[in-house]
C-alpha cells in the first residue's frame, strides 16, 4: 500500500497562495502523481474547494467524507479564517473500506485526524493518523512559546499511540501509520547548519519503541528538503513495528506549494 503526506500551503485563503484555475489544476495534477491509497493533507482551510480539486483527479478517486457526509478533517466546512488550517485523511475506497475515525483529542492546535480502515482485498485492519504540529517562529527555539507547545503536542500524540484499549482511545490496531508535518528536525539539519535534531521530537521518537521513523530522501537516497522556508526535512511518516517501508520525497515539477510531499510504499512484516 501507498500512503502520503502533502502539507498544501494554506489552501482557499487569501494569502501568497492565492491560486487561480491553472493553480488548481496543477495541483490536482500533483495529488494525482502521487498515486497513493491513502493521504494525509495539512493547511487545508476551504474543505468545498479542496473537494473539488479531489473530485478532478484521473488517477485516483479518493473520498474524504464518512457516510453521514462528515468530512474526515480537524475542523468544519464553515471554519475558513486564515488559520483554520485543517488536517484531512483522503482514501481511495477501491482500496479501503473506513470503519471508523475520530479526532485525536488532547492539547492540539490543530487536531490530529485518525481513520480506521479495513484493506479491501486482505480484510486486514489499519489506522492512519494526520499530523500537524505547532509551528515555532525558528525551529530550533527552544523558548518559543510555539516550540513548548508543539512540545506538549508530541507529548499528547505519543501518549495516544502507545495507550492500550479500543478506538478513539488509542489507535486500536496493531497496524499504524502516521503521517503528517511535525514542524521539527531529526536529523538536525536546516540549510547548510547541522545540529542534534528537535528534543521534543527525539522525545517522541524514543517513546516509540520498535517504530520505524526514517528521515525521507529524495529519489536518488540523496538528501533533500520537505519545506523551502527552512530547507529542512520537517514531514515525516512513521510506521509501528508490524509495517516496513522507506519514505521518499516527491519531487514537485511545478510549484504548487512550499512543501514537498512524503511517499511511502508499506509491506507487512510477516
Known amino acids: 500500500m501507498r500512503f502520503a503526506s502533502f502539507n498544501v500551503a494554506f489552501f482557499g485563503v487569501d494569502s501568497q497562495w492565492q491560486r487561480d484555475h491553472d493553480d488548481l489544476a496543477l495541483l490536482g495534477q500533483t495529488i494525482d502523481s502521487l498515486d497513493a491509497d491513502v493521504v494525509a493533507f495539512q493547511e487545508i482551510v476551504d474543505l468545498p474547494l479542496f473537494g473539488s480539486v479531489l473530485a478532478g483527479l484521473s488517477n485516483r478517486r479518493y473520498l474524504t467524507q464518512d457516510a453521514e457526509g462528515n468530512w474526515l478533517s480537524s475542523g468544519l466546512p464553515t471554519e475558513m479564517g486564515t488559520y483554520d488550517q485543517k488536517n484531512v485523511v483522503a482514501f481511495d475506497p477501491n482500496v479501503l473500506t473506513l470503519k471508523s475515525w475520530s479526532k485525536v483529542l488532547g492539547a492540539f492546535r490543530r487536531q490530529p485526524v485518525a481513520a480506521q480502515f479495513e484493506m479491501v482485498d486482505s480484510g486486514r485492519v ?22 513548548q507547545r508543539r512540545q506538549e503536542e508530541c507529548r499528547g500524540l505519543g501518549g495516544w499511540l502507545t495507550a492500550s484499549g479500543a478506538f478513539p482511545a488509542s489507535p486500536g490496531t496493531a497496524e499504524v501509520v502516521v503521517l503528517g508535518d511535525f514542524n521539527g528536525t531529526i536529523d538536525g539539519r536546516i540549510g547548510n547548519a547541522t545540529g542534534d535534531g528537535d528534543p521534543s521530537l527525539r522525545e517522541l521518537r524514543s517513546a516509540l519503541i520498535g517504530w520505524a521513523w526514517d528521515v525521507p530522501s529524495l529519489p536518488g537516497g540523496e538528501w533533500g528538503w520537505t519545506t523551502e522556508i527552512d530547507e529542512a526535512v520537517i514531514d515525516f511518516i512513521l510506521l509501528s513495528p508490524s509495517l516496513v517501508g522507506v519514505p521518499r520525497i516527491h519531487v514537485l515539477e511545478s510549484r504548487v506549494s512550499d512543501h514537498r510531499p512524503v511517499v511511502v510504499d508499506v509491506e507487512y512484516v510477516e
Open 126 to 147: 489499519l489506522t492512519v493518523c494526520g499530523v500537524h504540529l505547532e509551528s515555532p517562529s525558528r525551529l530550533d527555539d527552544e523558548q518559543d512559546k510555539d516550540y
